[in-house]
């Protein structure tokens, strides 16, 4: 008898740590604070352009070349690396690898063209930026085996999402602090079911990005997705992930996954 893993997707909701976290290198830092407040008043859906979009790209490959450096380090010494570096690095990337490669987690490790990450942007350009950066991370790191499947998050950009099965970035309308936040109930919803279609197990990982979007996948998890998927969380100082499960009665089950190092 052929025995089939169930095919995975991980929602992953999305901050600017990966350009902005207080222990990148200075030089990048600055950049992309300066880039930051540079683009904070054109609408996303206002195309960059020139000058603008030129410095976008090079802080797109700055950045994955830094995150690069300590992940490259992972993959050679495990946790230990990770205990290191963690703040070298995005909380949507740690925290991930964690769910991922954490035998008390449960979830496996993710395998491309068999399963999915849907990064989860706010509709800003930095968020965008951002959420790119972790796409690129994701799909040379936290894909078992590779994706193969072609794709390049520099070269592509978001068209990476149409090339790629297995790491997506979706921009979630209404998801800035700006304007258009009532818009954002039905966009999370329809993104979320429509990534979803085809995979047996759902999961959320909340740990980064904007807190107004959480009661919304909350909701999610407890009314949409028939198995109430779990919701999971890393706080910036702790090596461990928390499992949020919602039950359809009574209280939820919160519990606290791995401290110690492994294998
Ligand atoms: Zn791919």
């Known amino acids: ?13 999305v901050g600017t740590t990966a350009l902005l976290a207080e222990m990148l290198p200075a030089e990048l830092r600055w950049r992309a604070q300066q880039f930051e407040a540079d683009v904070k008043n054109w609408a996303r859906s206002k195309p ?22 300590v992940w490259l380090g992972v993959e050679r010494n495990g ?21 991922a490669t954490h035998p008390k987690h449960g979830i496996g490790k993710f395998r491309g063209g068999r399963d999915r990450m849907v990064l989860l942007a706010s509709d800003t350009h930095i968020g965008e930026l951002a959420a790119r950066v972790n796409a690129g991370l994701m799909h040379q790191f936290l894909l078992e085996g590779g994706c193969g499947c072609g794709a390049d998050f520099l070269k592509d950009g978001l068209g990476a999402n149409g090339k790629c099965p297995s790491v997506k970035v979706e921009v979630v309308e209404g998801m800035e602090a700006k304007e258009g936040l009532g818009r954002i109930g039905g966009t999370l919803k329809e993104i979320c079911q429509r990534q979803a279609e085809g995979y047996e197990k759902v999961l959320f990982n909340i740990t980064g990005g904007y807190k ?3 009661p919304l996948v909350t909701w999610l998890s407890l009314e949409v997705f028939g198995k109430r998927p779990p919701l999971f969380y890393q706080h910036e100082e702790m090596l461990s992930v928390v499992r949020i499960s919602l039950a359809a009665e009574g209280e939820p089950v919160v519990d606290e996954l791995g401290v110690e190092p492994w294998p």
């Open 79 to 99: 946790f230990a690396e990770l205990a290191q570096s963690m703040k070298q690095t995005s909380a949507e990337m740690t925290s991930s690898y964690l769910l």
């Open 212 to 214: 107004g979007a959480i």
């Open 1 to 13: 008898m052929v025995v089939t893993e169930e095919r995975k997707v991980l929602f992953v909701t």
């Open 48 to 69: 960059l352009s020139g000058p603008l979009a030129g410095r976008r790209e090079q802080l797109y490959s700055e950045a994955v070349n830094a995150h690069r450096d």
